[in-house]
T-cell receptor, first 110, second 116 residues
Framework: RKEVEQDPGPFNVPEGATVAFNCTYS??????FFWYRQDCRKEPKLLMS???SGNEDGRFTAQLNRASQYISLLIRDSKLSDSATYLC???????????FGTGTLLAVQP | EAGVAQSPRYKIIEKRQSVAFWCNPI?????LYWYQQILGQGPKLLIQ????????DSQLPKDRFSAERLKGVDSTLKIQPAKLEDSAVYLC??????????????FGPGTRLTVT
């Protein structure tokens, strides 16, 4: 079993739609959590950190449930520019080691 | 602020040949990481340096891969000899020194390796 598992995707949604990505992690000692965005043939870039209290950045909302070891990302009012792969990432601990999920491809259609 | 620099951007070699990749992290970042990203997968950490010391190389195939960061700044990753399954994008990332596990990692553009 992979340490970080994500929805397989791809997600094809129309502009303006709301889309949700889910992710589970297996190591209960994981300390911090992130969503990274990766455009086609580009490097990953931090989208947002994820906190137990939930956090929002514009159209993006991230949630963490430590008891269920579950992370989510909600994108509201999807834009064409949101098309990318979204990587669920877990930081295992003191060495800042990041464990990446396989990513979920989002394609927003006009 | 200049980002993480990597070279070359693309490399095509035949199996059993050798190849080396170079990375220059963001100025002042003590921690440097090399990742391997195979098509359709997320990046996988190969090796992590803090200054010029190795913090984690548990997933580095040491029979063929080596990496160094001699002066605690730039780094090279070498594969010798290459196998077909080494075809991937090799990403370098850097972050400030680890007092807090929430430090963001900044990625370079990567080197796309094709082994034929």
């Amino acid at each position: 079993r992979k340490e970080v598992e994500q929805d397989p995707g791809p997600f094809n949604v129309p502009e303006g739609a709301t889309v949700a990505f889910n992710c589970t992690y297996s190591n209960s000692a994981s300390q911090s959590f992130f969503w990274y965005r990766q455009d086609c043939r580009k490097e990953p870039k931090l989208l947002m950190s994820v906190y137990s209290s939930g956090n929002e950045d514009g159209r993006f909302t991230a949630q963490l449930n430590r008891a269920s070891q579950y992370i989510s990302l909600l994108i509201r009012d999807s834009k064409l520019s949101d098309s990318a792969t979204y990587l669920c990432v877990v930081n295992r601990g003191a060495t800042n080691k990041l464990i990446f999920g396989t990513g979920t491809l989002l394609a927003v259609q006009p | 602020e200049a980002g993480v620099a990597q070279s070359p951007r693309y490399k095509i070699i035949e199996k059993r040949q050798s190849v080396a990749f170079w990375c220059n992290p963001i100025s002042g970042h003590a921690t440097l990481y090399w990742y391997q990203q195979i098509l359709g997968q997320g990046p996988k950490l190969l090796i992590q340096f803090q200054n010029n010391g190795v913090v984690d190389d548990s997933q580095l195939p040491k029979d063929r891969f080596s990496a160094e960061r001699l002066k605690g700044v730039d780094s090279t990753l070498k594969i010798q000899p290459a196998k077909l399954e080494d075809s991937a994008v090799y990403l370098c990332a850097s972050s400030p020194i680890n007092r807090d596990s929430l430090y963001e990692q900044y990625f370079g553009p990567g080197t796309r390796l094709t082994v034929t």
